[in-house]
């Protein structure tokens, strides 16, 4: 029977995408003969973790185990796993080792009056985001950049619902699977924190229905710590632009983030964004 503690689905989830990505050769093994699906089998990847594939079976499908830290760094260790991986591994495992699910407080996400205040204030596209990446406000220049999410009903103001399903969004941004598997990774860290959320669950499974991408990108579960980068937009009026990211949280535990994208001052970019905001106003 599959143990219902949402946070060993998740990890059983995780564990098969990152085994599926492995070859052989990746981990020192011999390729062997013809593999009916990608990846390493179960059994090759217990036996480099030094547990016994039974265990391991059990651990993939979700059900009642407890691995000890010792075990779960040889199973990071056998993953290749990167630091944000191994950060995510060891999450869901001691939350598992709780004696029930404990979720976080799933009160309305609220943004502060004096955040308002600086969106309006800034000169720079500016947006708050919920923690499943609603849109909870934003300025001008971020509704000229991105879309005005004032046209959409609340439920569809996301970020990942709005790449996935609005065409429009999916020609502002020139690196369109780029800006996927960075919203992706984000809900995924979400999620992590509390699986059975309703509006995660909610947005899971309109976009599973809704996009073959999805599905296919969801499935190979990336994590990813995104906290800055740089995006290539493509704007009908002022061409392509590119700007830098980065994301500051706001009070709360867990609470909203503020995403703020700016130019390289003196840089063509800056021009264009300058120019933006005129047509903004």
Not at 17 to 38: F, T, W
Not at 75 to 93: I, K, Q, S, Y
Not at 248 to 268: I, M, Q, R
Request: aromatic share 6%.
């Amino acid at each position: 029977m599959a143990n219902g503690h949402p946070y060993a689905r998740e990890l059983g989830d995780f564990l098969r995408a990152r085994r599926s990505r492995l070859r052989p050769q990746d981990v020192g093994l011999e390729p062997g003969g013809r593999r009916k699906v990608p990846g390493l089998r179960r059994e090759e990847l217990a036996l480099l973790a030094g547990l016994s594939t039974d265990y391991y079976q059990r651990m993939e499908q979700g059900r009642e185990v407890r691995p000890s830290d010792d075990l779960l760094d040889a199973l990071a260790t056998a993953l290749n796993l990167d630091d944000g991986e191994r950060r995510h591994l060891f999450g869901l495992a001691h939350a598992i080792r709780r004696s029930a699910p404990v979720h976080p407080p799933r009160g309305p996400e609220r943004v502060p009056d004096s955040t308002r205040h600086l969106l309006h204030a800034m000169n720079t596209p500016g947006l708050v985001l919920g923690r499943h990446l609603d849109v909870l406000a934003w300025n001008p220049l971020a509704a000229a950049l991105l879309g005005d999410p004032a046209t959409l009903p609340p439920a569809q103001r996301n970020l990942l619902i709005g790449l996935f399903l609005d065409p429009e969004a999916r020609q502002r941004c020139l690196d369109w699977e780029g800006f996927a598997v960075q919203y992706i990774g984000m809900l995924r860290a979400a999620v992590a924190t509390d699986p059975t959320h309703p509006r995660a669950t909610t947005i899971i499974e309109e976009l599973s229905v809704r996009s073959a991408a999805f599905r296919r990108l969801w499935a190979q579960y990336d994590v990813r710590d995104w906290v800055h980068g740089t995006k290539l937009f493509r704007h009908l009026e002022v061409g392509e632009i590119t700007l830098t990211w980065d994301t500051y949280p706001l009070p709360g535990s867990p609470g909203p983030t503020l995403l703020v994208y700016t130019a390289e001052p003196g840089t063509a970019d800056a021009e264009r964004l300058q120019l933006l905001a005129k047509i903004s106003h």
